[in-house]
C-alpha cells in the first residue's frame, strides 16, 4: 500500500511523506535584530541568565559579558535587561538572551523575516496588482467545453498544488517547467493512497469555503464537489449518458477510470480497469482542465458554467470582469484558505495581491511597448521575448529584472506524415539535416542556445531523458548539418530538383501566439531553399485558428508541435501529439488521434507499455525508448536550438525567482505568492 502525506508541524521539526522518502529538517529559532543599514528589531526571545553557547545556523556564538539597553520599537519602548554582544566574522551580531516578561514582537512596519530556507528576506506586503499578458482570448470559463483554461486556475483550484517548500538547489522550479509526484503539496487533498494499484483514495481538506458568491455563498467545499467534477468530466454517474468532456486534452488518459465515489463527505475512492500512474497525476494535479473543480450548484442551475459571471471556485482569486479579447480580471478571494508554505511560523494569508489582471496581447510589440511603460508587471511563459529584445528594452528600461530559466525552443515544428512528401523517413531526414543548428546557435542566439538536438523531455525530467551524447551514431547522423547528404537522401526519395531548381513545395503553419520567432523560421527556409524545397509560411496570430486547423489537419505539411526539449510532463506530452488512439483529438479524429497523422503501432505500444508502469523508475526507462522512437522517425524537428527562456518583471515585483517561467501550464501558480513592493513602484513612477 503506498501512503502519501503532506507537511505536519511539530516541536520545530517538519515531515514530508513523498512515497516512501522521508524528509526531516530541523530548524533551530535564531534570537536576533540583525542591522542593515538601519535600526529594526526582528526577533525578541525570552529568557534568563548565565552566560551560555547560542547556537546559529554557520556558527557558535558565545555570550560574553551582560550589558542593559533600552531597544526601540514603532510604538513602544522594551528593555532589555539582560543583552549580550561578541563580534564575530562579518558584521557584528547582537544576541538577545530570555528576559522575563519580554515577548516576541512583530510588527506593522517589520521589513525582514527568516523563510523557510533561513535565508533573511523582505516581509511579504499586501495590497496592490499585478498585470500579464495573455496570448489569446479563448473566451471560455467552463473547463467541460474548453481545451485551455489555464489562467482560471487562479479560481478554479485542484487537488494538489506545486511544492514551493523544496529548496531551488533541491528542485529549482526556474528550471523545470511541470510538477511531479514527488515534487507536489497538499491542495483541497491533504493526502492520498493506493491501497492496491487499481484503487486511488483522496482525502480531502476540510474547512475549504467557495467563493461568498451566488449561488455556492461560501458553502464548505467537500468530497461530492470532487465526484460531481470528475463524473462530468469523464461521463460516470449522472453524466454516463452525455459521456465524458471532448475538448479536455488528455482526456483519453483517463479512460481506465471506471468509477469515482464520494464513500463520506471527505474522501474519494477512484477505481480503475488497470494500473496507471495518470489515474493520479490527471485526477490530481495535472493541468488542461481535468482536475480542476466546479461548482455542482452552477452546472445544475446553468446547465454550464459557459457564462464568465457564473465561474466561482475555491481559488486564491475569482473573477470579477472580462471583457472580449481585451481582458481578464480577477479579484483577491478574502476567504481563501491558504497560508504562505515558505513563513509557516508568520501563517502569512494567501494571496498577497489584491487584484490580477490579464490583457490579451496576441502581438509581441504590444507585449514589449506595455512592458516599457509599466502597464505589464511579469513578462514571461509563452508570451517570452528574444535575446535581442530583451536587450533592446534593457537599454531603455535597465531597471527591469531578467530571469533566466528552463530552455524552451519557440515553437519547432512537425511534419504531416500521413502523405507526400513527409510519409517517406528519407524526406524528412533531409529536411533536418539541412538546418546547421551550431550556426543558428552561435551567430542568432549568440552562442547561448544548445546545438545538441533532444528529445521531447526537458532537462528537468530526471530519468526519462536521453542525453545525445548517449545517442547511436546512426540516430546522431540524422542530425548533423550535412546539405549534400539532404540532397542526396532526397534525390533517392524520387524528389529531383527540377527546371527551376525545386524539388517540391510545401506549407508551413506559423502559430506565432505559442512563441514561434518567424526570424529563426526565415533562417530554415532559406536552409532548405539551399536543398531545392520551397517552404510557403503561412503566419497565424491567432492561436485558435491555428489549433483548429491542426486538430482537422487542413495545414498542408508543416505545423506546430514544440516536441523537443518540451516543459510539460513529457509521456502525456509524447502521448497527445503522437499516438494513434489515445492522442489529443481521440480516435474519431480526422486521420488517427495524432494531429500529425502518425499511425504507428510500435510507436503506441512503447508509450501503452509506459503508462502501464507501476514502477516510476521503470516508467522513465520505458519513455526513453518511445521518446527515442520519435526521435529516430523524425516526425518532429529539433529547430530552432533549445535556448534559455528569458523573462522580465518591473523590480516592484516581488516574492518570484522566475518559477514556472518558460511552462506552459503551471506559470500561474506562483502568482498567489507574488507582492508588490507599493513604495518602490511609486517612487519609479507607476
Request: glycine share 8%; charged share 25%.
Amino acid at each position: 500500500m503506498w501512503m502519501y502525506k503532506f507537511p505536519m508541524h511539530s516541536a520545530g521539526v517538519k515531515h514530508y511523506f513523498v512515497g516512501d522518502l522521508l524528509m526531516r529538517k530541523v530548524f533551530s529559532v535564531r534570537v536576533a535584530p540583525i542591522i542593515v543599514g538601519i535600526t529594526m528589531l526582528l526577533v525578541l526571545t525570552i529568557g534568563c541568565g548565565e552566560t551560555k553557547t547560542i547556537e546559529v545556523p554557520g556558527e557558535t556564538v558565545i555570550v560574553e559579558k551582560e550589558v542593559v539597553k533600552e531597544v526601540q520599537v514603532p510604538g513602544e519602548t522594551i528593555v532589555v535587561e539582560k543583552e549580550v554582544i561578541k563580534t564575530v566574522e562579518g558584521p557584528e551580531r547582537i544576541v538577545v538572551k530570555e528576559v522575563p516578561g519580554v515577548t516576541k514582537v512583530i510588527t506593522q512596519t517589520d521589513r525582514y523575516a527568516n523563510n523557510i530556507w533561513g535565508e533573511l528576506v523582505e516581509m511579504p506586503q499586501y495590497g496592490g496588482s499585478i498585470a500579464m499578458p495573455l496570448e489569446k482570448d479563448d473566451g471560455s470559463f467552463d473547463p467541460w467545453h474548453s481545451d485551455s483554461l489555464k489562467h482560471h486556475s487562479l479560481v478554479l483550484e485542484k487537488l494538489f498544488h506545486i511544492d514551493w517548500t523544496l529548496k531551488p538547489e533541491v528542485h529549482d522550479w526556474a528550471m523545470a517547467g511541470y510538477p511531479t509526484a514527488s515534487t507536489i503539496s497538499e491542495g483541497l487533498a491533504e493526502s492520498w493512497e493506493m491501497p492496491d494499484g487499481l484503487t486511488t483514495i483522496f482525502n480531502i481538506r476540510e474547512g475549504v469555503k467557495w467563493q461568498n458568491k451566488d449561488p455556492m455563498n461560501g458553502r464548505e467545499f467537500d468530497a461530492y464537489d470532487v465526484e460531481f467534477t470528475y463524473h462530468r468530466n469523464l461521463g460516470l454517474g449522472d453524466f454516463a449518458e452525455t459521456g465524458p468532456s471532448t475538448k479536455l486534452p488528455y482526456i483519453g488518459n483517463v479512460s481506465q477510470v471506471e468509477s469515482v465515489e464520494a464513500t463520506d463527505k471527505w474522501t474519494i475512492e477512484v477505481k480503475a480497469s488497470e494500473f496507471s500512474f495518470n489515474t493520479f497525476d490527471m485526477l490530481g494535479f495535472y493541468s488542461m482542465g481535468i482536475s480542476q473543480m466546479v461548482p455542482p450548484e452552477v452546472i445544475k442551475n446553468n446547465g454550464d458554467m459557459k457564462d464568465w459571471r457564473t465561474m466561482v471556485g475555491t481559488g486564491p482569486f475569482g473573477l470579477s470582469d472580462y471583457v472580449a479579447d481585451s481582458h481578464y480580471t480577477y479579484e483577491k478571494n478574502p476567504d481563501y484558505w491558504k497560508h504562505d508554505p515558505r513563513h509557516p511560523d508568520l501563517k502569512l494569508s494567501l494571496p498577497y495581491v489584491d487584484q490580477v489582471k490579464m490583457y490579451i496581447m496576441p502581438d509581441m510589440t504590444t507585449r514589449l511597448a506595455a512592458t516599457r511603460t509599466g502597464k505589464l508587471t511579469w513578462l514571461g511563459g509563452l508570451s517570452r521575448p528574444t535575446i535581442d529584445q530583451v536587450n533592446s528594452i534593457k537599454r531603455t528600461n535597465p531597471d527591469l529584472v531578467v530571469r533566466s530559466v528552463a530552455g524552451a525552443p519557440p515553437g519547432q515544428p512537425a511534419f504531416r506524415v500521413d502523405r507526400p512528401p513527409f510519409d517517406d523517413i528519407n524526406v524528412r531526414v533531409a529536411m533536418q539535416k539541412a538546418l546547421n543548428l551550431e550556426e543558428v546557435s552561435r551567430v542568432y542566439y549568440s552562442g547561448y542556445a544548445d546545438k545538441n538536438p533532444w528529445g521531447i523531455a526537458a532537462a528537468g525530467a530526471t530519468g526519462y531523458v536521453k542525453p545525445f551524447a548517449n545517442w547511436s551514431e546512426d540516430t546522431k547522423w540524422k542530425y548533423e548539418y550535412d546539405p549534400a547528404a539532404a540532397e542526396k537522401l532526397l534525390d533517392d526519395a524520387g524528389y529531383p530538383r527540377g527546371a527551376d531548381g525545386i524539388r517540391f513545395t510545401t506549407g508551413y503553419d506559423v502559430i506565432t501566439p505559442w512563441g514561434s520567432d518567424i526570424d529563426v523560421i526565415q533562417i530554415a527556409v532559406s536552409y532548405w531553399e539551399a536543398i531545392g524545397v520551397n517552404v510557403e509560411l503561412n503566419v497565424l496570430s491567432d492561436a485558435g485558428v491555428g489549433w483548429d486547423r491542426m486538430k482537422a489537419m487542413e495545414y498542408d505539411g508543416i505545423t506546430h508541435c514544440g516536441c523537443r526539449h518540451k516543459n510539460l510532463d513529457p509521456v502525456n506530452a509524447l502521448n497527445g501529439r503522437f499516438h494513434s488512439v489515445n492522442g489529443w483529438v481521440g480516435p474519431d479524429g480526422p486521420q488517427g488521434a495524432s494531429v500529425y497523422g502518425t499511425i504507428d503501432s510500435v510507436f503506441d505500444a512503447y508509450i501503452d507499455e509506459t503508462n502501464s508502469s507501476d514502477d516510476r523508475v521503470e516508467r522513465g526507462k520505458l519513455f526513453i525508448k518511445a521518446d527515442m522512437y520519435h526521435v529516430e522517425q523524425m516526425w518532429s524537428l529539433n529547430y530552432p536550438p533549445v535556448v534559455n527562456a528569458l523573462n522580465l518583471h518591473q523590480q516592484w515585483l516581488k516574492g518570484f525567482r522566475g518559477e514556472m517561467g518558460s511552462s506552459e501550464d503551471y506559470w500561474w501558480e506562483p502568482i498567489m505568492y507574488m507582492w508588490v513592493d507599493q513604495d518602490m513602484k511609486t517612487k519609479m513612477g507607476h
